[in-house]
């Protein structure tokens, strides 16, 4: 098996009759997946003959990502993250919720309102956006909290800690790929209409399915 630096695409799929093996490198780690065994045999041996490297078997935690390979499917997580960050910002303790956004809540900037630590409000939203890699249901409510970094306020902050207590209450949650699951590609998409009370920018969102479980989303 023969590779070359790449000038260009930073994502090539090698394959052939059917056959695909797609490899993921980030610093010195390296992942890949495929549907046949065989590709995997050559593909490592000759990642081996050219760099010292050490096989950590199937994947479990990368990036602080879990990755539960099961029969069945395919379960991806950040529960040991969230725990982290529940610990960081001492909300390990706190009661959880039903929802991460009160129905019907908007936000405003409130030039008037009191105004919070800028750095402690980003640290929080900027941990509770890595979490959307694998929680689309965070996805609406740390969206609309992001907006407000440069001049957060005590009722954003308010509603970014309330997005911990539903973490709290969710920590495992995750995303489930089936391994008999829909092999075609299902999109689903909407907005509502002048939404924002500030500028009436309307908001959209969209989310990409494959074998039961997301893929995409915004």
Known sequence: MAWMQSHGNFSHPEGKEGKVIIVSLYVDDLIFAGND??????????????????NLGKMRYFLR??????????????????????????????????????????????????KVDKTYYKQVVGSLMYLTATRPNLMFVVSIISR???????????????????????????????KEGDDELVAYTDRDYAGDLEDRKSTSGYVFLLSSGAISWS
Not at 37 to 54: P, Q, R
Not at 76 to 104: R, T, W
Not at 148 to 177: S, W
């Open 148 to 178: 407000y970094m440069e001049n957060p306020l005590e009722l954003h902050l308010q509603i970014a800690k309330r997005v911990l207590q539903y973490l709290r209450g969710t920590i495992d949650f995750g995303i489930f790929y089936r």
């Open 37 to 54: 065994e065989l590709m995997f045999v050559e593909f490592k041996h000759s990642i081996k003959h050219e760099f010292d490297m050490t």
């Open 65 to 114: 990502l879990e990755v539960l390979q099961k029969s069945d499917g395919i379960f991806i997580s950040q529960k040991k993250y969230a725990l982290e960050v529940l610990n960081i910002f001492e909300m390990d303790k706190s009661n959880s919720v039903f929802n991460p956004i009160v129905p019907g809540c908007k936000l405003v900037k409130d030039e008037g309102g009191v």
